[in-house]
């Protein structure tokens, strides 16, 4: 690219970009009634409300992350089931904000989610952890017996990523409507103290 091409290039970004910031100076001081306003600072802001969340904090602290072999799969089987309880909760919260047509694709795209992840996990232990034929079931915390290797742990934590991930992507949609993040898990347990 010679420099007078680079030149009106830059230019026309430079134009560019000024317009975007315009129209988005409008988008956020227009009044939208049947949606979150497109808030370019929150889209820009928005990991920042669950750093620091009391699953992940709790998971932290726990001393069973290196622990044995089952009491790391009890762990990433509690903390996996807390992130479900926070993404279904998000997923009601949701169905209150959207409209019919959205929740209608909410509940599709939850729905496909649900039967990816049974589908992955049903997949993983037929073909990589046939365990379940010696009477033994990985994906168990209290099963007892089986193979003593680490391979539980590391499937049982994946899926606790990824319902993390789903409830965070959740959340995050829900904060976009309402600017709150609130944690069942942090209800829970200061209603057990």
């Known amino acids: 690219m010679d420099k007078s091409n680079l030149r009106i290039f830059k230019k026309g970004l430079a134009l560019f970009v000024l317009l975007m910031a315009f129209v988005g100076c409008e988008v956020a001081d227009a ?3 049947n949606g979150p306003l497109f808030d370019f600072n929150m889209l820009m802001n928005a990991s920042e409300p669950f750093e620091g969340n009391p699953i992940d904090a709790a998971f932290e602290a726990d001393p069973r992350r290196a622990g044995a072999t089952l009491e790391m799969v009890a ?3 509690e903390i996996r089931d807390a992130w479900r309880v926070e993404m279904e909760n998000a997923q009601k919260q949701l169905l209150t904000l959207l409209k019919d047509s959205e929740r209608e694709a909410l509940n599709k795209a939850q729905a496909a989610w ?3 992840m049974v ?3 049903s997949m993983l232990r037929a073909v990589f952890y046939p365990f379940s034929g010696y009477g033994f079931d990985m994906f168990d915390a209290q099963a007892y017996g089986g193979p003593g290797s680490l391979d539980r742990v590391i499937i049982c934590s994946r899926e606790m990523d990824e319902t993390r991930n789903r409830a965070l992507e ?3 949609q ?3 409507f ?3 993040v609130q944690f069942q898990y942090e209800k ?3 209603s057990h103290e």
């Open 188 to 190: 829970q347990r200061t």
């Open 75 to 77: 762990l990433s089987c």
């Open 178 to 180: 309402t600017g709150e």
């Open 119 to 121: 589908s992955k996990y």
């Open 31 to 33: 009044e939208e009634p």
């Open 174 to 176: 829900v904060y976009f």
């Open 114 to 116: 649900e039967e990816y």
């Open 170 to 172: 959740l959340m995050e």
